[in-house]
């Protein structure tokens, strides 16, 4: 059994099932709705961000857990004297690996190892699963260190936002910018570009057209792919569109493993309804 305890934070997307799957353990977010602070995943799910957002106009606040919430999340595997890796949402994007670095030296443990995944949503969870894989076949925290290092800048993630509403109300792009893409019912591309948000091509059409197009558009992209895996992440979007994006990257034969996974509640409050994202590393 190995002594690497491998966990992130509930940006990493992950559905319960691989969590299970994989052993790997999630801290919450923290998502304010006006004066109340709920923990993303546990006391709060995205179609009531969604419900509460449209009856107020607002978008909820998101922050790192509180240092106490990190002790408390950390101490089991302490306990157990683990070595524990932890993957968290881009640095430059929240405190949470912070948070975690700060837990650690309140704790006096110095087997915590603290990655900036220099990505978000499953641009997390790919890394994670590749930890926890490696974990469970033996490998060393320093193998599995060195491992990231490598791939890390070769996390693609990149999502095509049905709104830029959402995003404005977080403080993620201007007003002008907003107004303006939602006027021309442009629906852009958003890369993860070194930890920061960039926006990449510009669709106009139904989101359903737009999605298709977008998951088409990045073939030659896919075929410089690492084969393990790769993720459709979304943050609501109907169910057939899914499918069908899905039924494309398996038909192209490239990937053994086309995993589906739901965005939780702090990507899906920057993001908002309708948003889709194909995320996988490269060669």
């Known amino acids: 059994m190995s002594n690497i305890k491998v966990v992130s934070d509930s940006t990493c997307d992950l559905s319960s099932d691989l969590l299970e799957k994989y052993d790997i353990s ?29 009856e107020t106009g607002q978008t ?34 929240s405190a949470t690996c912070n948070v975690i670095r700060l837990a650690a030296q ?12 220099k990505s978000l949503s499953t641009g997390i969870g790919l890394q994670v699963l590749r930890a926890a894989i490696m974990a469970k076949n033996g490998a060393s925290v320093e193998d599995i260190l060195k491992d990231n290092s490598e791939i890390n800048s070769k996390v693609r993630a990149s999502f095509v936002v049905n709104t830029l509403t959402f995003l404005h109300r977080g403080g993620r792009c201007s007003g002008v910018a907003a107004l303006l893409a939602n006027t021309l019912r442009l629906k852009p591309e958003i890369v993860v570009n070194d930890g920061k948000m960039v926006v990449g091509k510009k669709y106009r059409g139904n989101i359903k057209s737009v999605l298709l197009k ?17 993720f459709i992440t979304h943050s609501g979007c109907a169910k057939e569109v899914v499918d069908e994006i899905k039924q494309y990257l398996e038909g192209l034969k490239i990937f053994k493993e086309v995993l589906v996974t739901r965005a939780g509640g702090v990507i899906s409050s920057h993001c908002g309804p309708n948003t889709l994202g194909i995320l996988y590393i490269s060669k």
């Open 26 to 54: 999630i801290i919450p977010l923290m998502i304010s709705l006006g004066d109340k602070t709920k923990k993303d995943g546990v006391e709060i799910s995205p179609d009531e961000i969604y419900s509460w957002s449209d």
């Open 60 to 93: 909820p606040k998101t922050a790192a857990p509180t240092i106490g919430d990190a002790i408390a999340f950390l101490e089991p595997f302490v306990k157990k004297g683990l070595d524990i890796i932890f993957f968290g949402i881009s640095e430059l994007m």
């Open 106 to 117: 309140n704790m006096g443990y110095d087997r915590i190892f603290v990655v900036d995944s």
């Open 214 to 230: 977008y998951a088409q558009d990045r073939k030659e992209q896919y075929l410089n792919a690492e084969s393990d895996r790769v």
